[in-house]
């Protein structure tokens, strides 16, 4: 009898610490999916705002970026692989490229915000294409174009 309850304490235990971790994983991935769609509402709010030549918008949103973007390697942490991710295994594989490619989209958008505070028309220009530059250049190394199956 008191094996059946051990037993039973047992793999109700590993039964909750499994889900725990299922959970944790979604929640990592939330997280830095809802940091990559604030970036995306940024780069959409930048567009906009340099057609208006409201340079202030620029600034802020650029700089929105830029906060991300220092923390994008921690919005990775070594195996979360799992659920519903288009990281792919290079992130982890070639984690000093990945760290990089956060530092040169942190400096891009650094740039541009500095850029767009001196209200300089021709280098904004330049700066926003410096920027969608670096994203692309990360996703087109680190992100799937489709989810898992």
């Known amino acids: 009898m008191m094996h059946k309850v051990l037993a039973g304490a047992l793999l109700g235990f590993l039964t909750l610490a499994v889900s725990a971790q299922v959970f ?3 929640d990592v991935n939330q997280k830095r999916q809802d940091a990559m769609k604030g970036n995306s509402e940024a780069a959409k709010a930048i567009k906009a705002a340099v ?6 918008t620029v600034e802020t949103k650029a700089k929105d970026i830029m906060g991300t973007a220092d923390k994008i390697v921690s919005l990775f942490p070594k195996g979360s692989t799992t659920g519903k991710t288009k990281a792919k295994p290079e992130i982890w594989e070639k984690s000093d490229d990945f760290a990089k490619a956060a530092k040169n989209l942190s400096k891009a958008a650094g740039e541009l915000a ?18 969608g530059d670096a994203c692309g250049a990360c996703h087109k190394q680190f992100r799937a174009e489709k989810y898992p199956e």
């Open 24 to 26: 944790a994983q979604a």
């Open 51 to 56: 057609e208006t030549k409201d340079y202030a």
């Open 114 to 131: 500095s850029t767009a505070k001196a209200g300089n028309d021709a280098e904004v220009g330049v700066k926003v294409k410096a920027l």
